[in-house]
């Protein structure tokens, strides 16, 4: 099969599904429900995981690494279990910086986590499974050889400096609804990871752009 | 190499000190309490010129120093109260829906123009009710640092009114808000205090001093009668002042009013009464009051007395605004200074004048009493004289006038002589001279029995009112100038500092390999990014109240990026996920201090519910409350395992022998005291504690100076020293923050651990310095100031540590204990111990280092560690000089700058200490 070699625009492609998966999601608790991310965060985190899911899961599992040894259910197994692991790691994760830990945010806490697990920990958990060289070249990007490595890590990245950012207006006394735990960390997060989709591409070309200079 | 260290931490506390000190002068009003009372006879003894005539009539047990002139007084203070909410709509370009509200008051007013009186009255900064009482009560102007002898108790030390009144035997019945129980614990006959914490609750108190308010007026046992509503207070704080609530309140303060007014009409006994309503400060439209603008100063004082009094008083009223009321007819207002409501109503009730009152008697205030139309200090000779009302009227004005400027100038003698920060020379040349011109004016219009006039009223007033321009500008203005060279000190500071900075790290790279130069730089620029982060976030009020928390998450940041770079060169280590769980057990402490500090600060709005309510988790995971659990046996056990841990560290570490064997045997007695003490409370086993540690602290020094300690390899001898200086003061430490001590300390000695020993991920030589451990290194510093309970406001001292071994109370041993207490965890010992940053990685690479190597990169860490500091303190300095007009300016702003600019000067005197020390 084609390993791996997708240009900018079918990465631009693939990212705008996912984003698609997240609109629907939104569009869906908004319609359906009725409960908007600021009124009721755990439902609307809910219905966001449960749309994001599959899409990213087929996707991802879609471009996985190893095509000849791993089939596409294995890949998509690999995300199943990857999403509550992702989950535990963006959980521990944020309580280690601050997010409150009361029996009545445990709801919000754990869809939220499903939620950055999907923007972070899942794509990669289908893509590569659990060889570890993989997983330290794309956190270093000691060698971004590959155009997938791109695909991860630029909205992961994205996704977790958006809800680092997104954390700062929590403190603030201005008694808005949307500063409370989860929401504008949900909000940074989903922004950062947009932009990271935005941005991959854009490195993409430039990575081809540039290997094609070099091999001329 | 060794003497840069030792100048330039020199050099930079001298350019600290310096600037804090012109940044104090300029932003930190300070005046000093006198302790010293008014007394009745004060008058007879010292001579004053004003009495060479005292009445023949008065007899020598005259409670005061002047003849009261109303019998009782009834004062309603009305928290919040708005010029606006009593004087006319007329007077104002629109008529807004809480105007005219209190229609009793204006009618009064208009009524009987020559009998009441409505003043514009300005109140002085800062605007908070527990100030204004004070101001009201002691007649002078509090300032944020009120330097006196009270050290937690808020009760008013100073001379006071209430103190006067009760002094010579009047009765003084309080209702209302419970500040003033607090401020005057043992003073009123009868008291019906109600909570003014909760501002949600706008009835409690006002519906309290209504049910009393009408039995009192009519008993008969009572001279002052204080009545303190906080109802508009709360309705504007909730709902803001163009609400409905604010209506409805100011409708049924004007009912009760009313009621008052028709009950002093009708009662005989009331007749010589004065009632006065007032404010104690105004607020603005959102409800907010604490700040120096016009519309939280300018407050309302109405006074009326039932009984009529010479017509002749128009013309000592002030010629003033007037405007149509209600009723069509006029209402006149004239404008007086709240400093001058002390002074008038001693004055008024015939008390000795409170000796630190600044104020003048007010004319008008004074003219509204019948007792100031009496001739009681004519001498007899004049009776016949039919001299008109208003002749009588000045004499006895010019009198207390004189008095009253006398009382003034003595208090200026007695502070000039006595304060921290005197007045300005020229100033008290020039304020001397006027009164002096005043005194001789008035004793030669005595002498030429030509009656004193008007001149002498004016010299008078002249006097007093130059002198409380001065005061004001002494102790209720910033002076920009001296802020901003403090400022302009503080950034030079910092480009010194960074310049050494860059010196020591350029000389540190020619002996390194140049090939990390890059990474080194990386890190560099990180650590000041967060510090930046950091430093940036002191501009609001909100991050500086969640500072610790913002530390923690700053921690938490580097210890995840620490962990993707373990990542990224290898796999997770222990120590890195051993990080994460301390900075979870730090941040629970850290919130456990917060909703304990919210419990105490109005501005904090912690949901402390949310977090706290764990029933589901055992106490046991969340900070100190390991104690709940298992109360007294598990700090003796994590206390057994760090004397254990402190023994082993010690044994292979120290290698002179006798200094093992001191080291060891003081440890374990400290820790042996600090048991006994937590089984038994003896007094005696802190003490020992004290004495231990001062003494280890002590025989460092002069061992260190006799050579002793100067055996081995470098690292091992920094090593050492280090160590034996950690535990010199550590058990000091841990006893005086009580039973989450050892808890906090075993906390503190893992987190360092980790920082250590996750330093230096993918660079060859372990023994370099590393900024983000530095940094980390920092905040959790700022962390464990926090965890342990404490918080930058003057209530987040924990004073219960002052008094660990001992029971009574002296002033500099105290301090000395709630210092050591306060910046201990969070300055002392993680200072000291900075040199494990360079020594402890053992490995082989380090065995045979250049000792100007080590020496270069422990200058570099102690520098960089004070340039952290420095560089946040001076965004605090900048931050507060901003933010000079917030609300929140002496709530908040103000103390975090105290204690940061202690912190850093005791930073500065530590590295210093460190330099001699270490180096």
């Not at chain 1, 899961?57 to 089939?71: A, E, G, P, V």
Request: glycine letters at 6%.
């Amino acid at each position: 099969m084609r390993k791996a070699e997708i240009g900018a625009t079918t990465a631009l492609a693939l990212h705008s599904l996912c984003a698609a998966g997240l609109a629907t999601g939104y569009w869906l608790s908004h319609s359906l429900y009725s409960s908007s991310l600021i009124t009721d965060p755990a439902p609307t985190l809910r219905i966001l995981t449960v749309c994001e899911a599959p899409v990213v899961i087929l996707l991802f599992s879609w471009l996985r690494r190893d095509h000849d040894r791993c089939s596409f259910i294995k890949a998509v197994a690999r995300g199943l279990i990857g999403l509550p692991i992702g989950a535990l790691i963006n959980a521990f994760g944020t309580i280690v910086l601050g997010a409150p830990v009361g029996l009545k945010f445990w709801p919000a806490t754990i869809y939220w986590s499903m939620l950055m697990s999907l923007f972070t920990f899942v794509p990669a958990a289908c893509v590569f499974g659990a060889s570890k060289l993989d997983w330290q070249q794309i956190l270093s990007y000691s060698k971004p050889s590959n155009i997938v490595d791109y695909m991860l890590s630029v909205p992961a990245h994205g996704a977790i400096i958006g809800a680092w950012l997104g954390a700062w207006p929590m403190p603030l006394d201005w008694e808005r609804p949307w500063q409370e735990w989860p929401i504008c960390v949900t909000y940074g997060a989903i922004a950062g990871h947009l932009i990271g989709m935005l941005f991959s591409p854009v490195l993409i070309f430039l990575h081809r752009r540039h290997i094609r200079t070099k091999t001329e | 190499m060794r003497m840069r260290l030792k100048a330039a931490a020199a050099a930079v506390l001298c350019l600290h000190c310096l600037g804090v000190y012109l940044f104090t002068r300029g932003f930190l009003l300070t005046r000093t309490e006198l302790s010293a009372f008014s007394l009745p006879s004060d008058l007879l003894q010292a001579q004053a010129p004003c009495c060479s005539d005292l009445p023949s009539t008065t007899d020598q047990d005259l409670p005061g120093w002047t003849p009261p002139t109303v019998e009782r007084v009834l004062i309603l203070i009305v928290d919040a109260l708005r010029f606006d909410f009593v004087a006319p709509s007329s007077l104002f370009q629109k008529k807004q829906k809480w105007m005219d509200r209190l229609s009793s008051l204006q009618h009064l007013a208009s009524t009987h123009p020559s009998s009441s009186r409505i003043f514009k009255a300005i109140a002085d900064p800062p605007t908070t009710s527990l100030q204004r009482l004070k101001a009201l009560t002691t007649g002078g102007l509090p300032t944020f640092i009120d330097v006196g002898n009270s050290f937690a108790a808020p009760a008013i030390q100073e001379d006071n009114w209430i103190h006067q009144l009760v002094h010579t035997g009047r009765r003084v019945v309080m209702m209302g808000d419970d500040t003033w129980t607090q401020l005057f614990p043992h003073h009123f006959n009868h008291s019906y205090p109600y909570p003014s914490f909760n501002v949600k609750d706008l009835h409690t108190v006002d519906n309290g001093v209504a049910q009393h308010l009408v039995p009192w007026l009519h008993r008969q046992d009572w001279d002052v009668l204080i009545g303190h509503f906080l109802g508009v207070d709360h309705a504007g704080h909730i709902f803001g002042v163009d609400s409905q609530p604010m209506v409805q309140k100011l409708e049924q303060i004007n009912a009760i009013l009313q009621n008052v007014t028709d009950i002093m009409n009708s009662q005989k006994h009331l007749e010589n009464t004065m009632l006065i309503v007032m404010g104690d400060h105004a607020q603005t439209l959102n409800g907010d009051h604490g700040g120096g603008t016009s519309e939280e100063v300018e407050t309302c004082l109405f006074a009326w007395m039932p009984r009529s009094l010479p017509s002749s008083i128009s013309s000592i009223f002030h010629p003033s605004t007037c405007g149509l009321g209600l009723n069509g007819k006029n209402i006149c207002t004239s404008t007086m200074q709240q400093l001058d409501f002390a002074v008038s109503i001693s004055a008024l009730l015939g008390i000795p004048f409170p000796f630190g009152s600044i104020g003048r008697v007010n004319p008008e205030l004074y003219a509204l009493s019948p007792g100031s139309w009496d001739r009681q200090w004519l001498p007899a000779s004049f009776y016949e004289d039919p001299s008109s009302d208003l002749k009588t009227w000045k004499n006895n004005y010019a009198h207390v006038l004189c008095i009253n400027s006398w009382q003034v100038k003595r208090y200026i003698d007695s502070y000039s002589a006595t304060s921290v920060m005197g007045f300005p020379s020229d100033d008290l040349h020039y304020i001397t001279k006027l009164y002096n011109e005043a005194q001789s004016r008035w004793s030669d219009s005595k002498n030429s029995s030509c009656k004193p006039e008007n001149g002498t009223i004016d010299e008078f007033s002249d006097f007093l009112l130059s002198f409380a321009t001065l005061a004001r500008s002494a102790w209720t203005e910033f002076d920009m100038k001296l802020m901003g060279v403090g400022l302009g000190i503080f950034i030079i500071s910092i480009i010194f500092h960074l310049f050494v900075f860059e010196r020591v790290h350029s000389l540190s790279n020619v002996y390194d390999n140049k090939t990390q130069k890059s990474s080194n730089h990386l890190q560099i620029y990180v650590a000041f990014l967060l510090v930046a982060v950091r430093a940036v976030s002191f501009l609001s009020n909100s991050y500086i109240l969640a500072e610790g928390r913002v530390a923690n998450f700053l921690l938490a940041t580097t210890a995840i990026g620490s962990i993707r770079s373990s990542l990224v060169y290898g796999k997770i280590k222990k120590h890195d996920l051993v990080f994460l769980i301390l900075i979870i057990l730090i941040r629970f402490g850290i919130e456990k201090g917060m909703s304990k500090q919210a419990a105490t600060n109005p501005f904090l709005n912690y949901d402390s519910g949310s977090d706290f309510d764990l029933k589901w988790l055992p106490s046991l995971f969340e900070g100190h409350d390991f104690v709940t659990l298992l109360p007294e046996i598990s700090p003796m056990i994590i206390l057994f395992l760090l004397s254990f841990l402190s023994c082993k560290y010690i044994t292979c570490t120290v290698h002179s022998r006798y200094i093992k064997w001191v080291v060891t045997v003081g440890t374990m007695l400290s820790y042996l005291f600090i048991a006994t003490f937590w089984l038994s409370e003896r007094s005696f086993a802190p003490k020992m504690v004290y004495v231990i540690g001062l003494s280890l602290f002590v025989l460092n020094f002069v061992l260190r100076y006799l050579g002793i300690l100067e055996k081995g390899e470098t690292v091992q001898r920094l090593r050492s020293l280090a160590l034996v200086m950690v535990s010199a003061w550590s058990p000091t430490i841990l006893i005086l923050l009580g039973k989450q001590g050892p808890f906090v300390v075993l906390v503190c000695i893992i987190a360092g651990w980790s920082i250590i020993s996750s330093k230096n991920k993918g660079l060859l030589d372990d023994c370099k310095m590393d900024p983000i451990s530095v940094m980390q290194w920092s905040l959790l510093a700022i962390c464990l100031f926090y965890q342990t309970g404490h918080w930058c406001t003057f209530d987040g001292l924990r004073y219960g540590a002052a008094f660990i071994g001992f029971d009574e109370f002296k002033v500099v041993r105290q301090a000395i204990l709630l210092f050591v207490d306060t910046f201990g965890i969070s300055h002392i010992l993680p200072i000291f111990s900075l040199p494990f940053l360079v020594t402890i990685p053992n490995s082989s690479s380090s065995k045979g280092r250049d000792k100007t190597v080590i020496f270069l990169n422990l200058t570099q860490v102690y520098l960089l560690y004070g340039l952290i500091t420095a560089i946040t303190t001076t965004f605090t300095v900048l931050c507060v000089a901003i933010q000079r007009r917030h609300l929140m300016v002496w709530g908040l702003f103000a103390p975090k700058y105290v204690f940061d600019a202690i912190g850093l000067l005791l930073t500065d005197v530590l590295i210093c200490v460190s330099a001699l020390y270490y180096c």
